[in-house]
C-alpha cells in the first residue's frame, strides 16, 4: 500500500467559484507544483540576469560616450598645441634675430642664414641696429620683374624620388648689355661667385622674402647696400653653371623657394 509523505499533500485543489455560476474545481499534481516553481525561479534568475546584463551595457555606452568627447577634447588640444608651439618658435627666431642686429650682448653668434650674417657685420651702436631692423621690417615685398626678356625655363618644385629635378626659380634670356635689376627695394644681403649661380646677388626685403640673382656678367653692388626696386644690380651673363646668357632669378620666403610667378605680375617686360 503506497505511503502519503507526511506534510505534503499529493494533490493541490483549486476551486473556482464564479458569481451565479457552477463551482469549478481542478487538482494539481504535487510534481507539476514543483515543475512550476521552479520554471518560475528559473524564469525570475533569467529576467534578473538579463537586466544586470543591460544596465551594465548602459553603463558601458554612457562611459564610451564620456571616452569620446574626452578624445575628441584631446585632439582639439593637441591642435592648438602645435600651433601655438609653431607661433612660439617663430616668435623666438625673430627675437633671436632682431636682438643680434641691435648688438645685445649675452645672444648666440648669429647664424649662416640669420640677418646679421646677410647684413654682414654688426651694428655699431642700439640705434643702428634699431634702424636696419626698422628699415628690414617695413621693406615692401618684391613686386617687379628683374630683367626684360623672355622666360625660357619655369620654375619647378622637383621629386627627388621620382627624379624630377628641381628648378628653384626663372630663366629671363637676354645678352650681355642686359641690366639686372632689384625686384623690390630692400638690402644687398651678400654678394659672390657660386659654382653654379656663378656672380650672384642676394637682396633682403621686408616680410621674410629673399630674391637672388645669378649668372651675372659683372656686378653693380657690394653687400650692405641699400637697393630700391627697378635700380641696376648688375648685368646678365653666363657665369657658373650656364651654356647660355641669362639671369636666374629665384624668390625666397621665410626660407623657402617659391615660384616668382606666384608674387610678380603677368609676364617680364619685352626688350
Do not use: K
Amino acid at each position: 500500500m503506497e505511503r502519503e509523505t507526511v506534510g505534503i499533500p499529493r494533490y493541490t485543489r483549486i476551486l473556482l467559484m464564479p458569481d451565479g455560476g457552477r463551482t469549478r474545481e481542478y487538482a494539481i499534481s504535487r510534481g507539476m507544483v514543483v515543475t512550476l516553481l521552479v520554471l518560475g525561479a528559473v524564469f525570475a534568475a533569467l529576467l534578473t540576469a538579463l537586466m544586470v546584463v543591460f544596465a551594465g551595457q548602459a553603463g558601458d555606452r554612457q562611459r564610451i560616450g564620456q571616452l569620446e568627447r574626452d578624445l575628441a577634447a584631446a585632439e582639439v588640444g593637441t591642435e592648438t598645441a602645435l600651433v601655438l608651439a609653431t607661433e612660439l618658435e617663430d616668435l623666438r627666431r625673430m627675437q633671436e634675430q632682431l636682438l643680434v642686429m641691435l648688438g645685445v650682448e649675452g645672444v648666440d653668434a648669429a647664424a649662416t642664414d640669420s640677418l646679421a650674417a646677410w647684413i654682414g657685420r654688426a651694428p655699431g651702436s642700439s640705434a643702428e641696429g634699431m634702424r636696419r631692423a626698422a628699415a628690414i621690417a617695413v621693406t615692401p615685398a618684391p613686386s617687379r620683374w628683374p630683367a626684360a626678356g623672355p622666360v625660357t625655363q619655369e620654375y619647378v618644385a622637383g621629386n627627388v624620388a621620382r627624379g624630377i629635378q628641381p628648378h628653384l626659380g626663372l630663366d629671363i634670356a637676354g645678352s650681355e648689355t642686359t641690366p639686372v635689376l632689384a625686384a623690390g627695394a630692400g638690402t644687398v644681403a651678400r654678394t659672390g661667385t657660386d659654382d653654379y649661380l656663378g656672380n650672384f646677388v642676394e637682396i633682403q626685403h621686408g616680410l621674410g622674402y629673399l630674391t637672388v640673382y645669378g649668372h651675372c656678367s659683372r656686378l653693380a653692388v657690394g653687400p650692405g647696400a641699400r637697393v630700391e626696386a627697378g635700380q641696376v644690380i648688375g648685368y646678365m651673363g653666363r657665369t657658373g653653371r650656364a651654356s647660355a646668357t641669362h639671369l636666374h632669378f629665384e624668390v625666397w620666403q621665410q626660407g623657402e623657394a617659391i615660384d616668382p610667378r606666384s608674387v610678380l605680375p603677368g609676364d617680364p617686360p619685352e626688350r
